[in-house]
């Protein structure tokens, strides 16, 4: 059975960012001040495409761009590149595909092909901009997608020609692209050397000529009339240095032109020759993602912005903002329909909201969709299946599983003002680090968290008093003071609660009310990772080293590293699990300790690339890699399988064994996974 010797948990603060996980449940304020009851959305486990897979929730996240195909199907993007999709116009989504390898490909634009059923193409930035992105094409409804275009190009903006079928136009970095042959190769149409004409963040095409093109860049919008020959500035009217998020012509006039900047809404009637800022919304909601106009009443119109949807019934003459300040609105589509318009609203948070009374009120519609960001997930590690976690965009509140994840409830009581980082399990409860450096322990008995002090004694000399007989020596006193060093690992071990700091090594111990500096020699002060070997024993990583040494007597020895083993990342010691040596990750690998003190790279089928620390399930191992795998050996390493697919695959954050049987995953892009390997049939 699994056996729990020692809770290690260390925080990474790497070139990725960090790496998040989360629960299940959506607590959302909606539209007209109107508030929603605190629904547990999951009370049973939705089995996912792969064998073995299950999603814990929870359901809704961040939308980034949406599309309606030809055949009525609405498309969904994401910022980790995937696509979902919906048969049913918005009601229940599922997931469709993946936009290239990387896991960071976000999605900005989806355009339909009009002509042909299951034709899309994307445009495309990855969030590590060193590798830019690119216009990719999927022929089976977003299922699969391959690179058409523009590759290596941070690809921003996307649209087609009304009037000229085989003619695109893309925005990007470095300029405007199009492509004259239905996307099959593509040219630069604005001057390279020009730094005007770069940074594109949105576009329209006239939807009367292909040559009259209008570009919105990161200062002030552009246009072309004889297809990027010529390019004229259009900025007349506009406050200086705004930035164009979103460009949107008339569809009855293609001569009044809607404009969204960090300035506010503008509006031109001429074609972009003059603009006039439009009222109604304030100023604080100068981002304007996005303005969508309603084909079926062209007087309606949308803006998402960064404080909420907002909605015009009269050409942007005034507007009412449709749902709360505090929702952050990234993309709508509106569906037409035979009793009127169906309005779809991606939120940064809340996934989709739905609405078909001209958004005068909205319903959650995220069945199948999934894309949660959490920033942390715990265990208790006396019962494994009580879990508690902290989502993004559920008001900053923690949310407790008693099932393993299978359902969710409100923590009920409130967490410290001060914001936190982490949630961390132990024997003696929940803890949580703060941000402004510090730890704070729940105390069930009174309901609410309590900061638990680090107090450092300082000695200091007293000068003696003068003798003329003898010499006397100084005496010795302590000066106490508190200190707020930033936790970098949190360890329990033989009843006590050591933590690895930026500050040193400190220690709980049991029956004690504050964290005191524990003795540590020759250490480097700042320790980044800490795991237990046996009773007061303990491992270290500092200033990518290895130690070891007794958390006591303060003796700590320094021993090799693997050579050319880069970063190093987790040390465990697996002898107290089952007798096979310390394991070791870094950023080439994960390496094993061999009896005769030499280090072996652990091969045949893992990957050399840095990882999380391990969970155990007797022989059973599972690590999470950086490329976003997730691998087990069924035999203590020295065989290793991949077990993660495409539908499921995205960085993960941490991994808890519950049993044998299954583990538990927690997702930065998928929320909360479960893996059995019953289900696949590998017991």
Request: charged share 20%; net charge neutral; aromatic share 10%.
């Given at each position: 059975?699994?056996?729990?010797?020692?809770?290690?948990?260390?925080?990474?603060?790497?070139?990725?960012?960090?790496?998040?996980?989360?629960?299940?449940?959506?607590?959302?304020?909606?539209f007209?001040?109107?508030?929603?009851?605190?629904?547990?959305?999951?009370?049973?486990?939705?089995?996912?495409?792969?064998?073995g897979?299950?999603?814990?929730?929870?359901?809704?996240?961040?939308?980034?761009?949406?599309?309606?195909?030809?055949?009525?199907t609405?498309?969904?993007?994401?910022?980790?590149?995937?696509?979902?999709?919906?048969?049913d116009?918005?009601?229940?989504?599922?997931?469709?595909?993946?936009?290239?390898?990387?896991?960071?490909?976000?999605?900005?634009?989806?355009?339909?092909?009009?002509?042909k059923?299951?034709?899309?193409?994307?445009?495309?930035?990855?969030?590590?901009?060193?590798?830019?992105?690119?216009?990719?094409?999927?022929?089976?409804?977003?299922?699969?997608?391959?690179i058409?275009?523009?590759?290596?190009?941070?690809?921003?903006?996307?649209?087609?020609?009304?009037?000229?079928?085989?003619?695109?136009?893309?925005?990007?970095?470095?300029?405007?692209?199009?492509?004259?042959?239905?996307?099959?190769?593509?040219?630069?149409?604005t001057?390279a050397?020009?730094?005007?004409?770069?940074?594109?963040?949105?576009?329209?095409?006239?939807?009367?000529?292909?040559?009259?093109?209008?570009?919105?860049?990161?200062?002030?919008?552009?246009?072309?009339?004889?297809?990027?020959?010529?390019?004229?500035?259009?900025?007349?009217?506009?406050?200086?240095?705004?930035?164009?998020?979103?460009?949107?012509?008339?569809a009855?006039?293609?001569?009044?032109?809607?404009?969204?900047?960090?300035?506010?809404?503008?509006?031109?009637?001429?074609?972009?020759?003059?603009?006039?800022?439009?009222?109604?919304?304030?100023?604080?909601?100068r981002?304007?993602?996005?303005?969508?106009?309603?084909?079926?009443?062209?007087?309606?119109?949308?803006?998402?912005?960064?404080?909420?949807?907002?909605?015009?019934?009269?050409?942007?003459?005034?507007w009412?903002?449709?749902?709360?300040?505090?929702?952050?609105?990234?993309?709508?589509?509106?569906?037409?329909?035979?009793s009127?318009?169906?309005?779809?609203a991606g939120?940064?948070?809340?996934?989709?909201?739905?609405?078909?009374?001209?958004?005068?009120?909205?319903?959650?519609?995220?069945?199948?969709?999934?894309?949660?960001?959490?920033?942390?997930?715990?265990?208790?590690?006396?019962?494994?299946k009580?879990?508690?976690?902290?989502?993004?965009?559920?008001?900053?509140?923690?949310?407790?599983?008693?099932?393993?994840?299978?359902?969710?409830?409100?923590f009920?009581?409130?967490?410290?003002?001060?914001?936190?980082?982490?949630?961390?399990?132990?024997?003696?409860?929940?803890?949580?680090?703060?941000?402004?450096?510090?730890?704070?322990?729940?105390?069930?008995?009174?309901?609410?968290?309590?900061?638990?002090?680090?107090?450092?004694?300082?000695p200091?000399?007293?000068?003696?008093e003068?003798?003329?007989?003898?010499?006397?020596?100084?005496?010795?006193?302590?000066?106490?003071?508190?200190?707020?060093?930033?936790?970098?690992?949190?360890?329990?071990?033989?009843?006590?609660?050591?933590?690895?700091t930026?500050?040193?090594?400190?220690?709980?111990?049991?029956?004690?009310?504050?964290?005191?500096?524990?003795?540590?020699?020759?250490?480097?002060?700042?320790?980044?990772?800490?795991?237990?070997?046996?009773?007061?024993?303990?491992?270290?990583?500092?200033?990518?080293?290895?130690?070891?040494?007794?958390?006591?007597?303060?003796?700590?020895?320094?021993?090799?590293?693997?050579?050319?083993?880069?970063?190093?990342n987790?040390?465990?010691d697996v002898?107290?699990?089952?007798?096979?040596?310390?394991?070791?990750?870094?950023?080439?690998?994960?390496?094993?300790?061999?009896?005769?003190?030499s280090?072996?790279?652990?091969?045949?089928?893992?990957?050399?690339?840095?990882?999380?620390?391990?969970?155990?399930a007797?022989?059973?191992?599972?690590?999470?890699?950086?490329?976003?795998?997730?691998?087990?050996?069924?035999?203590?390493?020295?065989?290793?399988?991949?077990?993660?697919?495409?539908?499921?695959?995205?960085?993960?954050?941490?991994?808890?064994?519950?049993?044998?049987?299954?583990?538990?995953?927690?997702?930065?892009?998928?929320?909360?996974?479960?893996?059995?390997?019953?289900?696949?049939?590998?017991?």
């Amino acid at each position: 059975m699994f056996r729990v010797t020692a809770a290690s948990i260390k925080f990474n603060h790497g070139p990725e960012g960090e790496i998040f996980f989360g629960p299940v449940l959506f607590l959302a304020r909606l539209f007209s001040g109107v508030s929603f009851l605190v629904l547990v959305l999951f009370s049973m486990a939705v089995p996912l495409v792969a064998q073995g897979w299950q999603g814990l929730g929870p359901p809704g996240g961040n939308v980034i761009s949406f599309a309606a195909g030809a055949d009525g199907t609405a498309y969904l993007g994401t910022p980790d590149g995937h696509v979902f999709a919906s048969a049913d116009r918005g009601e229940r989504w599922e997931i469709r595909g993946r936009v290239g390898l990387r896991l960071d490909a976000v999605v900005q634009a989806i355009v339909a092909d009009s002509t042909k059923r299951s034709r899309l193409l994307a445009a495309v930035r990855f969030q590590d901009s060193a590798f830019g992105g690119g216009v990719f094409e999927s022929v089976d409804g977003g299922r699969h997608w391959k690179i058409v275009g523009l590759a290596g190009e941070v690809v921003r903006t996307l649209d087609r020609a009304p009037s000229d079928p085989q003619m695109w136009v893309a925005g990007a970095r470095s300029g405007v692209f199009r492509s004259a042959n239905d996307g099959k190769s593509w040219e630069r149409i604005t001057p390279a050397e020009d730094p005007e004409l770069q940074n594109v963040d949105s576009l329209a095409i006239d939807p009367t000529s292909p040559d009259v093109i209008y570009v919105g860049t990161y200062h002030l919008p552009w246009k072309t009339t004889d297809g990027g020959k010529n390019w004229t500035s259009i900025a007349s009217g506009m406050i200086d240095d705004s930035d164009i998020m979103s460009l949107r012509i008339d569809a009855k006039n293609p001569r009044r032109i809607f404009s969204s900047a960090c300035s506010g809404i503008y509006r031109s009637e001429d074609a972009g020759a003059s603009w006039i800022k439009l009222q109604g919304i304030p100023y604080l909601s100068r981002r304007t993602q996005q303005i969508v106009q309603d084909p079926q009443n062209p007087g309606i119109l949308y803006a998402a912005t960064t404080a909420g949807l907002w909605q015009t019934a009269d050409y942007g003459e005034s507007w009412k903002r449709m749902s709360p300040a505090d929702a952050v609105a990234n993309a709508v589509l509106v569906l037409p329909g035979p009793s009127g318009s169906r309005v779809l609203a991606g939120m940064e948070s809340q996934g989709v909201l739905l609405s078909d009374d001209a958004a005068n009120s909205f319903r959650v519609s995220n069945d199948g969709f999934s894309h949660r960001v959490a920033s942390s997930l715990a265990a208790d590690p006396g019962d494994l299946k009580h879990l508690l976690a902290a989502v993004e965009g559920l008001l900053d509140k923690l949310w407790e599983s008693r099932d393993g994840g299978l359902s969710w409830n409100r923590f009920p009581f409130e967490v410290p003002a001060r914001s936190f980082t982490h949630i961390l399990g132990s024997t003696q409860g929940w803890w949580i680090s703060l941000a402004t450096g510090g730890i704070a322990h729940f105390d069930s008995v009174k309901g609410k968290w309590a900061p638990i002090n680090f107090r450092e004694r300082i000695p200091q000399i007293r000068p003696a008093e003068k003798s003329s007989h003898s010499r006397s020596t100084p005496p010795i006193k302590h000066r106490a003071r508190i200190v707020f060093p930033h936790v970098d690992s949190f360890l329990e071990s033989d009843g006590r609660i050591v933590v690895a700091t930026d500050d040193g090594l400190w220690d709980l111990a049991p029956e004690q009310l504050e964290f005191r500096r524990l003795p540590a020699k020759n250490i480097p002060k700042s320790v980044d990772y800490l795991s237990a070997t046996s009773l007061h024993s303990m491992l270290a990583l500092a200033k990518n080293e290895i130690w070891s040494g007794d958390i006591v007597a303060g003796n700590w020895v320094k021993f090799e590293p693997p050579s050319a083993a880069g970063r190093l990342n987790w040390i465990v010691d697996v002898s107290r699990v089952q007798q096979c040596g310390r394991l070791l990750g870094t950023d080439h690998g994960v390496f094993r300790l061999l009896p005769d003190g030499s280090w072996q790279l652990l091969s045949n089928g893992l990957p050399a690339i840095p990882s999380l620390p391990p969970a155990f399930a007797d022989s059973d191992w599972f690590i999470a890699m950086a490329n976003g795998g997730l691998y087990h050996s069924f035999d203590s390493g020295s065989s290793w399988q991949r077990l993660d697919d495409d539908s499921v695959q995205g960085k993960i954050a941490a991994l808890i064994a519950q049993n044998p049987a299954s583990v538990v995953i927690a997702s930065q892009s998928e929320g909360l996974l479960r893996y059995s390997l019953t289900a696949r049939g590998a017991h």
